[in-house]
Each structure stands twice: as C-alpha cells, then as structure tokens.
C-alpha cells in the first residue's frame, strides 16, 4: 500500500480491500486481503452448519470464531489500523474505537469486523464472479428439483428459472448458503413465472431421551399439523415441508438422536 502523491492524499490498496461495518451509523473500516478474508468467511459457515447439525439451538459466538485454529486474523488484517475512512487514510481516534466497541484494542476490534454479518466486504471480481455463479446454479437446481408450475404440474426448465431470477433482479447472496435463499428467490420470481414449492409429509416418532431438543428442529424445518407425546415420553408428530428440505432435516434430526427417530413418508404434493 501506499499514498498517492499530489492534491488530497488517498491510499493505493494495492491487491488489499477494505472491509466496512456502520455502528451506531459510524463507518469504520480496515484493510484486509480478500483471498485469506474469503477463505476465513468459508470457514466460519462451516463451523456454524456443523454446529448447527449438533444442537439446532446452540448459538455461534464471538469467542467461537476466536477459538477455530484454521483463522488467523493476522493473514486477514493489513496492519490492524481502524480507519473512519481507509481510502484517504483517516484514523479512528481511541475515544471514538471505546465508545464503539468498549476497547481500543484493535486485534479484538478485527474479530468483531469478522464475525459480523452487517460487515461489508469488498471482494475482488474473481470472487465475486466465481461465486455468484456458484451460487446462482445451486439456487436454480434446488428450485427445479423441488418446485412445480401449479398450472402444469411440471417442474420449470432451470433456463426458465434463471431468466424469472434476471428479471426479477434479485441479488444473490454470495455468502449466504443456497438453500438460505431459496425462500426469497421463490418469492423474487413468482411475480414473473407461476411456482410452486413441493411439499412432503413426514409421521415422524422420536424416543424420549432427544424428543426436547428434537422437537425444535421439526418445527425450524416444517409445520406440524399433528402432535402428541406417548406415554413413554416419546414425541409423534406429522410434519410438512418443502422437499428440498427434507435431506437437510433428516441429516439433522438422524444426527441428534443418533439414528434412533423414525419416519415414514405419507405423501408428496
């Protein structure tokens, strides 16, 4: 990096970005290397769909992401300084850093840009090509396996679905996993093309020992249109939901009972 000579002085970032997060409509900014904050954003959402699949009510913390070895902040930050606006070099001051986020310490303010999701990131347009294409596929493929044209019966070609997606303008998320954004895709496009999510109905009976903890997962994933609790304290229950979700919910729910819940398919529609 370095300063451009003449009138105002600005920063030449060089192959860095700036990663930029408002607080209490305050900019701050720092300098990072977008391969090593890209590699580090893959890995927190592995972390957290692994965590997830453990215990669906657990809660990924900031003392979380500092505890995962494979993150090392140090590739990730360009000199730990805190800008209100990096481009013309203009520095926080520590009042203003303690007011914001109670420290001045900026290692612990870097984790704080990187754990937050309302944090802008800068990516380089390799990145952003790369994986809005990613992306984009795996958004269309769960959309034509799983939904039909409900005048039709038929599942929309994915040319079809990607044309509704452009013309619909949404944005997607290169971030955020697919299935995140499946919801507000179909909600993008049904104003362009007339669709439909699949739906599938499971008699689902879980032991006694997971039913708590199980119970909540069920109701993330599904509606529960019937429910009762045996007399052996085990939960039955008929639950609907989209098909395209019904191998992530088994992962889930076969993973916190360790196998020992039982389902049964009664239809799809």
Sequence with gaps: MSLRSGGEKRVDLGK???ARLRKNNIIVEMIVEPEQAWKAKKIMEAHIHEMKLEDESSVFTLEKLKSIPEIDVNNIFEGFIIFE??????????TDLETLFG??????????????????WQWTKRQRDENFEKKKRQIIAIIAKNCINPQTKKPHPPQRIEKAIAEAKYNID????????IKDV??????????????????????????A???????????IKQDEWGNDGSWLGIAEMPAGMEAEFLEKINKITHGRVQIKILKRS
């Design 174 to 181: 290169i971030i955020k996993s697919a299935e995140e954004q």
């Design 85 to 94: 606006d990096a481009m013309r070099g203009k520095v926080h001051s520590d």
């Design 213 to 223: 903890k199980s119970y909540s997962v069920v109701e993330r994933y599904g509606k």
């Design 103 to 120: 420290t001045t310490d900026a290692l612990e303010i870097a984790y704080t840009l990187l754990y937050d999701r309302e944090t802008e």
């Design 16 to 18: 860095y970005t700036i």
């Design 186 to 211: 179909i909600s993008a496009i049904s104003a362009i093309i007339p669709i439909r999510m699949e739906n599938v109905e499971l008699a689902i009976k879980i032991p006694a020992a997971h039913a």
